[in-house]
């Protein structure tokens, strides 16, 4: 009996390796110490920042893939993972020196998977970092036939004294909001379960609402704040990246215990397409606001910062995220 005949195909992944090497390799700065291939990736931490500590962060992009797959198009899931894990060092004033990936599926389909791939390449070089490795695997057991799964690893660098914690918030400062690109990278199996089950969607069906297909519209990439927020750091005292579990959730992970945060839905536009979940699947307004990010992708809070849109205060209080206007 071969390996294959378990239904694991080691051969269809090294075809693909030579193109994943190049698509690397397109992410190297002077810094990348190793090449693809090795068992490890080897990175020098740059010399830039006086006293440097490292962040990490780890994430999938959940069920996206599975539009993703509808729809035959899957490049932009690497821009999805790579910027999902950009904006988590962010929130802690890091930048990011290099990142690693995960593919995992029932079958390696290599087309899925080089698209993938320069998807997470491309999305490296707009964040100004390296992509040093990433694992393949085939476990037939484990998925579905057609089934497969992405996450990524991230490492980002900064001085020990600009770390971003949120401890610093106080009574009086603002909080600011950045527009999202739409779902982001959460809440697709809700979205999904109306769309295509209770609604009965197709995927390529047009949407006068969003000028769009509704696959369309849920395929478009996670935004990446690193550009807009990195150079503003210094004015910032907390940073939450709005995921799963919404502004509650997230924004209370950085509030001291002696501030609430009031949080005004009204100071901005919720998208047609949070309009349209909401509408079709019945979904209570608290629930969608616990679900997804509803438009605002990132909440910046200080005193001084010139970004986004002013969405709320912060007052003394119990370390409560209070949503207003919903």
């Not at 490492?155 to 982001?184: C, M, R, W």
């Not at 209770?198 to 519209?217: D, R």
Request: charged share 20%.
């Amino acid at each position: 009996m071969l390996y294959k005949d378990s239904g694991v195909d080691t051969g269809k992944s090294n075809r693909a390796k030579n193109q994943i090497k190049n698509f690397a390799k397109k992410t190297f700065n002077k810094n990348v110490l190793s090449d693809v291939g090795l068992f490890a990736g080897a990175y020098k931490i740059p010399k830039e920042i006086n006293n440097p500590i490292l962040i990490s962060s780890t994430d999938g992009i959940g069920t996206k893939v599975i539009v993703a797959h509808l729809m035959h198009r899957y490049k932009g899931l690497g821009a999805d993972i790579v910027n999902h894990c950009v904006n988590d060092i962010l929130s802690m004033g890091a930048y990011p020196i290099f990142f690693l990936d995960y593919f995992a599926a029932n079958k390696i389909n290599n087309k899925i998977l080089i698209e993938f791939i320069e998807g997470v390449s491309e999305a490296c070089i707009d964040n100004d970092c390296s992509l040093i490795g990433g694992e393949t695997a085939e476990m037939p057991d484990v998925y579905p036939s057609g089934h497969f799964d992405i996450a990524g690893f991230i490492v980002g660098i900064v001085d020990k004294n600009a770390v971003i914690t949120g401890e610093h918030i106080q009574p009086g400062d603002k909080v600011f909001g950045l527009y999202s690109s739409g779902l982001h990278t959460n809440g697709y199996s809700l979205a999904r379960k109306i769309v295509f089950e209770k609604m009965g969607l197709e995927p390529n069906a047009y949407i006068p609402e969003v000028s769009s297909t509704i696959g369309e519209t849920l395929l478009v990439p996670h935004t990446s704040y690193l550009k807009d927020v990195y150079p503003m750091l210094n004015h910032i005292k907390g940073i939450a990246h709005i995921t799963g579990g919404g502004f509650k959730g997230n924004i209370s992970r950085i509030l001291p215990p002696n501030v609430n945060c009031i949080i005004d839905a009204k100071k901005w536009n919720v998208p047609p397409i949070f309009k349209l979940l909401q509408k079709w699947g019945d979904v209570p307004m608290e629930e969608m606001y616990k679900t997804f990010n509803m438009g605002i992708g990132m909440v910046l809070i200080g005193e001084k910062i010139k970004a986004g849109i002013e969405i709320g205060e912060i007052v003394s209080g119990s370390g409560e995220v209070i949503l207003e206007g919903i």
